[in-house]
T-cell receptor, first 119, second 116 residues
């Protein structure tokens, strides 16, 4: 079973509109973290936002917010007031397990959503 | 503040040749990761270092692959006897263990390998 599922291969959104990128995850761990990264055409992965499994509030970072629904195992990214520079691939990723001093905090990524902002 | 750097950015090689990539993490970061990203996919974990110790390797990392981080600073990833299936983007990421929970990974620009 896929650990991270992103069901939208591509999305087209009008500039200044809000957009929601879907992400569902699968884990049996109680402790985990969910990340969203942006990958422009240059290739570099840019960290956007993080949600811990025990966080009660939805994470927000500027125009980015994370709609975390734990029971549904979903962690959708919401981008408000989209801009042309938001056009990129967006990846949802999960880190499983309790954080420890020597633990491997490897990320498992979904297949991504290509977002295109239309002027 | 310099980010994670990788060299080379692009590498074209013939099947059967050996290649080596270098990653320079953010200077104070003690954790270093290698990922591989093929076309249309998200990055997949290859291996992880804490300082100079290689603590985990994915089963994706066949015995033709070897990674080192000799002084706990830069890291190298070598692929011996390259195959066409090795063509991919190789991403390096680093992070710093803190008392917080985020510990986000900072990624380099990647090395795109093409095996002919």
């Amino acid at each position: 079973a896929q650990k991270i599922t992103q069901t939208q291969p591509g999305m087209f959104v009008q500039e200044k509109e809000a957009v929601t990128l879907d992400c569902t995850y699968d884990t049996s761990d109680q402790s985990y973290g969910l990340f969203w990264y942006k990958q422009p055409s240059s290739g570099e992965m840019i960290f956007l936002i993080y949600q811990g499994s025990y966080d009660e509030q939805n994470a927000t970072e500027g125009r980015y917010s994370l709609n975390f629904q734990k029971a549904r195992k979903s962690a959708n990214l919401v981008i408000s007031a989209s801009q042309l520079g938001d056009s990129a691939m967006y990846f949802c990723a999960m880190r499983e397990g309790v954080i420890s001093n020597f633990g491997n905090e490897k990320l498992t990524f979904g297949t991504g959503t290509r977002l295109t902002i239309i002027p | 503040d310099t980010g994670v750097s990788q060299d080379p950015r692009h590498k074209i090689t013939k099947r059967g040749q050996n290649v080596t990539f270098r990653c320079d993490p953010i200077s104070e970061h003690n954790r270093l990761y290698w990922y591989r990203q093929t076309l249309g996919q998200g990055p997949e974990f290859l291996t992880y270092f804490q300082n100079e110790a290689q603590l985990e390797k994915s089963r994706l990392l066949s015995d033709r692959f070897s990674a080192e981080r000799p002084k706990g600073s830069f890291s190298t990833l070598e692929i011996q006897r390259t195959e066409q299936g090795d063509s991919a983007m190789y991403l390096c990421a680093s992070s710093f263990r803190t008392s917080g929970t985020v510990n986000e990974q900072f990624f380099g620009p990647g090395t795109r390998l093409t095996v002919l």
